[in-house]
C-alpha cells in the first residue's frame, strides 16, 4: 500500500498528489487467504481500498522438484494421515504428517511437527487444506536407517500453519500405484538405498499372494514376502519389508493390519513356509 499514490481533487479544481504512508493506511482483520479491505485516511477522509490475498503455496507435486537447501516455501496441500518412521510400537519415534497434493495423488511428508498416539496430527484433522512454510530436507543417509536419503519437508520457522478449509477430498487415485504382484517386483521396489528414497511416498498396489508373516509374537513387525521361507530368505538389500505395529494405532484406529487383511479374530502365523496369504490385492503407501 506505501508504494501507491493518493490523487486529491479540490472544490476550486486544483489538484495534487502525495505518497501514501503507513500511518495512512489501517488494515484490522486477520491475515487469512481471500478478500479483504484496507483503508485509507487522509484528513477527514477515509477511502476503502479492497484487495484479495491469493494463495501463494507451492503444490506437493511442485516441491518434489525442489532442492533440498535453505530456501523457505508455503507448502500447500491436504492432511491425509501420520506415521511414525523408527523406534518401536510402545515407543514410537521421527513421526510425520502425510501431506497430499491438491489436485493430484502425490504424497510428501511434513517433519518438525510435534505427534504422538494422542495428538495423531498435531492439532489438526484428516482433510484440512494447509499452508505451512517448509524448507525441503533430504534424511539420514545412514544405511542402518529406514528412509535412507528420501526427500521430505520440514516445518519451519515458529508461524503456525494456516488452515485454509476443512473436510476435503482425502482419496487417492489408485491408477497410479505401482504394481507389486511377484517377488522379483518387490525386489526392484526396494532393491537398494536409492531406488527406496526414490519410491518414499509411492502408492503400491500389494498383490494377492503376498505372505504376512507375525515371525514372533513380541515383534514389532509383519513381515512381507512372496518367496521367503525365513527372515533371512525374506531380505532385500539385507533389510525385511515389514508392516510396523507401531502404525496401527496412527492410521487404522486401533485395528490390526492382520484383522483388517483377514478378518477379525485371525490368528498370527509365525511360520513362512504356510503364513498368512493375502488372497485379496491391498494398497499400501510406502513411506520409508
Not at 487469512?32 to 479491505?37: D, I, K, L, N, R
Not at 477527514?44 to 518434489?64: A, C, H, L
Request: net charge negative.
Amino acid at each position: 500500500m506505501t508504494k501507491l499514490l493518493l490523487g486529491i481533487h479540490y472544490s476550486d479544481g486544483s489538484e495534487k498528489t502525495i505518497a501514501i504512508t503507513e500511518n495512512m493506511v489501517s488494515f484490522d482483520e486477520e491475515w487469512t487467504m481471500g478478500q479483504h479491505s484496507a483503508f485509507v485516511h487522509y484528513l477527514s477522509e477515509q477511502i476503502e481500498v479492497p484487495f484479495v490475498v491469493e494463495n501463494q503455496g507451492v503444490s506437493v507435486t511442485d516441491i518434489k522438484t525442489k532442492p533440498a537447501g535453505d530456501a523457505v516455501y508455503d507448502l500447500h496441500g491436504i492432511v491425509l494421515s501420520s506415521v511414525f518412521i523408527s523406534g518401536t510400537a510402545s515407543s514410537p519415534s521421527n513421526g510425520e504428517i502425510l501431506i497430499r497434493d491438491v489436485n493430484t495423488s502425490e504424497v510428501i511428508g511434513l517433519k518438525g511437527i510435534y505427534i504422538s498416539f494422542t495428538n495423531k496430527l498435531g492439532d489438526l484433522n484428516v482433510g484440512d487444506e494447509i499452508l505451512v512454510k517448509v524448507k525441503v530436507i533430504i534424511t539420514t543417509t545412514s544405511a542402518t536407517v529406514s528412509e535412507n536419503g528420501k526427500k521430505a519437508v520440514e516445518k519451519y520457522g515458529e508461524d503456525e500453519i494456516i488452515v485454509l478449509s476443512q473436510n476435503n477430498d482425502t482419496m487417492l487415485d489408485l491408477s497410479t500405484a505401482t504394481l507389486i504382484a511377484s517377488q522379483e517386483q518387490f525386489v526392484e521396489f526396494l532393491k537398494d538405498a536409492p531406488t527406496r528414497a526414490q519410491n518414499a511416498y509411492t502408492l503400491a498396489k500389494l498383490c494377492a499372494g503376498a505372505k504376512i508373516i507375525n515371525y514372533a509374537l513380541d515383534d514389532p513387525s509383519s513381515y512381507i514376502t512372496f518367496t521367503g521361507t525365513n527372515v533371512s530368505s525374506s531380505q532385500i538389500d539385507g533389510i525385511c519389508p515389514f508392516l510396523h505395529r507401531m502404525n496401527e494405532t496412527m492410521t487404522l484406529n486401533g485395528n490390526t493390519y492382520l484383522n483388517l487383511l483377514f478378518g477379525e479374530g485371525t490368528s498370527p502365523n509365525t511360520n513362512f513356509n504356510n503364513g498368512n496369504v493375502l488372497s485379496r490385492d491391498v494398497y499400501l503407501m510406502y513411506v520409508g
